[in-house]
């Protein structure tokens, strides 16, 4: 590889760092939609996990973007898209019993799910593709 990544190369990475940077911001500014996803099975506040995800998120976002901590970010990134799994599947079940929660929300609820796999699968390109 060359000693200086052309940009197009970079960009997965630094796509991913945004998103991560501003669903980590988001559990400070609103923590209870990301409180109420929290597996019921983890022992311990639903807050703490909650800001302790949003500092992981801001932290991978910043290693992200960090031209020399990019290929450790690409590896936690694909690491932090399958820890927060379960609780994207925890959200999608509380959605499907809720009778609060408008169909189309549920259809969203169950459709995100697949989506941790273009995100794993692009966080594992950052890595890949880091100098």
Known sequence: MSSHPNRLSQAPALRLAAVLFGA??????????????VPRALPGSARAYTYASGVAEIATATALAVPRTRRLGGGLAAALFIAVFPANVQMAVS????NRTSTPAKAVAVARLPLQIPLVTEALKARRNAE
């Open 24 to 37: 980590g911001a988001l559990h400070f500014v609103r923590p209870q939609p990301f409180d109420a996803i």
């Open 95 to 98: 959605w499907l019993r809720s």
